[in-house]
């Protein structure tokens, strides 16, 4: 147990998915999942551990920001000897032409935040996802034929900010904005684990298109699926 965590060492598979909302970690153990159980409700951050197709899987809430995933991600690694995180949430689009529901495989994390410095004492600004993870999940992709934009992502601490994202996209190769895969990195670096974040489109921040809420949730669904059979595959 951690001061946030009540589950057992053992009920936390090696392989952890990791959306932001607790409900959609319960929607994705209904759905997907056979023989699940609930691992964790601390603060209502609802984790699922259970089989897809045969082979175990947890399904862990990072809640929203670099500060809530730093600290789920960080135990989890540490503490829970979790390998592999595939952070999946949504995202807003710097680009015009990155429509809505489309998928983001986040190549490197840009971000202004202090989260890395503050665990390394490193002054990185741009992290990696996990190559080995990336290739599975592309290769993933490719059979379930879903289209994948691979590039870099601004991860903020503020969602009420106001940057320029003409220089970030130009600049940075910044496809898009979240609030989460920064922190993730830099534990899954610090730590020597692996991590990854797939993103679907849920706002265009230059024509200011909004997704439907039900629209949202198909939409995930297909990059659930997209994560879920990564980790069988890989
Ligand atoms: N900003 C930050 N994070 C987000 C956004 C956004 O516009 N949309 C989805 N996640």
Known sequence: MTPHIEAKKEDIAKDVIMPGDPLRCKMIAEKYLTDYKLVNSVRNQL????????????IFSSGMGNPSMGIYSYELFNFY???????????????????????????NSYSTSNYNYELTKENDRLLPGNKFLNNAILKTAEKLNIKLNLGNVYCTD???NDVDKEYLS?????????MESFALFSNAKKLGKKASTILTVSDNLITNEE?????????????IELALETIINK
């Open 47 to 58: 984790a699922y551990t259970g089989l897809y197709k045969g082979k175990r899987v947890t």
């Open 81 to 107: 000897n979790v390998e592999n995180i595939i952070r999946v949430g949504s995202c807003g689009a710097f680009r015009k032409e990155l429509n809505l529901y489309e998928v983001v495989l986040v190549e």
């Open 158 to 160: 503020v969602f009420y």
């Open 170 to 178: 130009k600049s940075f190769n910044c496809l898009a904005t979240e």
């Open 211 to 223: 997704t439907s809420p039900e629209e949202r949730q198909n939409s995930f669904n297909q990059m």
